[in-house]
């Protein structure tokens, strides 16, 4: 495709409800990237994929919340028990190689915890 | 760990003052810096990034950035600015995995 996307764009659920927030990356690029912005506050690291492997999940911000990738396309990036902290925009990003090459960004997901 | 620091949190300014951002990092190896932007309802997109060599980088748009490695710093300039250039602008370096570190971030506005 042209660009990273994600979907959806815009997600509200209630507290203890499960969501699943999706990225599609650029074709052929091998490593990609999941951040969250919370309000007023900057971009954090979540996990990242080289291939369908995540070799650190270590900045996933507590066991509820789980990555995969399916071969290098799709990935997803799963909140279970959603709590209001959670409300953040979520952000994808993708790469050719990890480490210096530019990162190519979605335009995220909007996720409200109510 | 790696941090970054931006310290001006929102710059106001008039179109065709000159513009500087400040971004300094806690790192002292070998880094690889960026400025990012955010246009309003768009995307992040990347105006620039140092590697290594030169230390001023030129990227798009008429911006600017120097790599003072005593200063641990990487501040971003613009001699110019115009009403377009309103957006936030990030400052990152290159994590462990590859992955960016982001400051959190500086809102400009330009007036016209």
Do not use: M
Request: proline residues 4%.
């Amino acid at each position: 495709g042209a660009g990273v996307s994600q979907s959806p764009s815009n997600k509200v659920t209630e507290k203890g409800k499960d969501v699943e927030l999706r990225c599609d990356p650029i074709s052929g690029h091998t490593a990609l990237y999941w951040y969250r912005q919370r309000l007023g506050q900057g971009l954090e690291f979540l996990i990242y994929f080289q291939g369908n492997s995540a070799p650190d999940k270590s900045g996933l911000p507590s066991d509820r919340f789980s990555a995969e990738r399916t071969g290098e396309s799709v990935s997803t990036l799963t909140i279970q028990r959603t709590q209001q902290e959670d409300s953040a925009v979520y952000l994808c990003a993708s790469s050719l190689r990890p480490g210096t090459d530019t990162q190519y960004f979605g335009p995220g997901t909007r996720l409200t915890v109510l | 760990a790696q941090s970054v620091s931006q310290h001006n949190h929102h710059v106001i300014l008039s179109e065709a003052a000159s513009l500087e951002l400040g971004c300094n990092y806690s790192y002292g190896g070998t880094v690889n810096l960026f400025w990012y932007v955010q246009y309003p309802g768009q995307h992040l997109q990347l105006l620039l990034k140092y590697f290594s060599g030169d230390p001023l980088v030129k990227g798009i748009k008429g911006f600017e950035a120097e790599f003072i490695k005593s200063k641990f710093s990487f501040n971003l300039r613009k001699p110019s600015v115009q009403w377009s250039d309103t957006a936030e602008y990030f400052c990152a370096v290159t994590g462990s995995q590859g992955n960016l570190i982001f400051g959190k971030g500086t809102k400009l506005s330009v007036k016209p």
